[in-house]
């Protein structure tokens, strides 16, 4: 039975449509068809039902699936032992971190990377969703937070400051906090469904609830620009928001949680020289990071 067309269904009965599974496996949506088509002939049942919700698995799908998802653990496995097995300090490595990160701090990262190893290619996948590392949607992610998947290793690179910002023009407008208390009276930027901020709030015993932000956003570069536009007080990684010539610290008499840095990747690729390459430049480019100048966005010489 063809890898390819399980890979389909699977692909289907995890999206529930043809055409969020095409997206996801990078194929058009009637290449998709023809395979699930082709899948059910060869079965000599159906696989789906089309609801109010989207494609369904029938009966004979439902009971196919575990051993589907099988397939697809040997075939992810099969996969890392073989990039493994390459002894090449040259080739592709697929690298995903959050958008901030991805934004303000990788592309001086992976720029001097290039210059010291043009034969190593770099994917950067910006996401704030944890990539599966062994079904090789990333080779590497840099993560907010400790990984616990298996089969992989994790490092704990760096805690990156945060702190509380604002736009100049919102503090010459509004006046700049002295106290904890003094918050309640500013415009605050939260969060929609992410509670990261209301957490650190939380932590640091400041009595907000969800109506204090009237301002909220999960996308973490729109996030900042909220705060650059003026619209109120927000937290950032103070790399960043120390850098930026439009912004203040707002709030310098609160300590807020240090934002954790991890580094993980999967076991079977941690030896294969181009993985190891990048896995201690990047080590090294973060332990770096708080020294002042490190992210010059100037041109890199090389």
């Keep these: 039975m063809d890898w390819t067309l399980i890979r389909s269904f699977l692909a289907v009965a995890d999206h529930g449509s043809l055409s969020a599974a095409a997206r996801a496996l990078g194929l058009t949506q009637?290449?998709?068809?023809?395979?699930?088509?082709?899948?059910?002939?060869?079965?000599?049942?159906?696989?789906?039902?089309?609801?109010?919700?989207?494609?369904?698995?029938?009966?004979?799908?439902?009971?196919?699936?575990?051993?589907?998802?099988?397939?697809?653990?040997?075939?992810?496995?099969?996969?890392?032992?073989?990039?493994?097995?390459?002894?090449?300090?040259?080739?592709?490595?697929?690298?995903?971190?959050?958008?901030?990160?991805?934004?303000?701090?990788?592309?001086?990262?992976?720029?001097?990377?290039?210059?010291?190893?043009?034969?190593?290619?770099?994917?950067?996948?910006?996401?704030?969703t944890p990539e599966n590392l062994l079904f090789r949607e990333a080779d590497i992610a840099l993560r907010m937070f400790r990984p616990d998947q298996d089969g992989t290793f994790a490092r704990h690179l760096i805690d990156l400051p945060m702190g509380l910002y604002a736009a100049k023009t919102y503090l010459d407008r509004r006046g700049r906090p002295?106290?904890?208390?003094?918050?309640?009276?500013?415009?605050?930027?939260?969060?929609?469904?992410?509670?990261?901020?209301?957490?650190?709030?939380?932590?640091?015993?400041?009595?907000?609830?969800?109506?204090?932000?009237?301002?909220?956003?999960?996308?973490?570069?729109?996030?900042?620009?909220?705060?650059?536009?003026?619209?109120?007080?927000?937290?950032?990684?103070?790399?960043?928001?120390?850098?930026?010539?439009?912004?203040?610290?707002?709030?310098?008499?609160?300590?807020?949680p240090a934002l954790p840095v991890w580094l993980t990747a999967p076991q079977a690729l941690r030896h294969t020289p181009r993985i190891r390459r990048v896995l201690d430049h990047l080590a090294a480019e973060f332990l770096s990071l708080l020294d002042p100048g490190h992210l010059d966005p100037g041109p890199v010489k090389g």
């Design 30 to 128: 009637p290449t998709l068809g023809r395979h699930i088509t082709e899948l059910s002939v060869q079965l000599q049942t159906p696989l789906f039902t089309r609801s109010a919700r989207g494609l369904e698995p029938s009966d004979a799908a439902l009971a196919l699936l575990p051993a589907a998802r099988q397939m697809r653990e040997a075939a992810a496995r099969l996969e890392l032992a073989a990039a493994g097995a390459s002894d090449r300090l040259q080739g592709t490595v697929r690298l995903t971190a959050s958008r901030v990160i991805s934004h303000h701090v990788l592309p001086w990262v992976l720029a001097r990377l290039r210059v010291a190893e043009p034969g190593i290619e770099i994917e950067l996948v910006p996401s704030d």
């Design 178 to 256: 002295q106290a904890p208390p003094d918050l309640a009276a500013h415009d605050l930027i939260g969060m929609d469904r992410s509670d990261l901020v209301q957490r650190m709030l939380d932590f640091l015993k400041v009595p907000l609830k969800r109506a204090d932000f009237p301002v909220r956003c999960d996308d973490q570069l729109v996030y900042l620009n909220l705060i650059r536009a003026g619209l109120g007080i927000g937290g950032a990684l103070r790399l960043i928001g120390d850098a930026d010539p439009l912004l203040e610290p707002a709030a310098p008499f609160l300590a807020l």
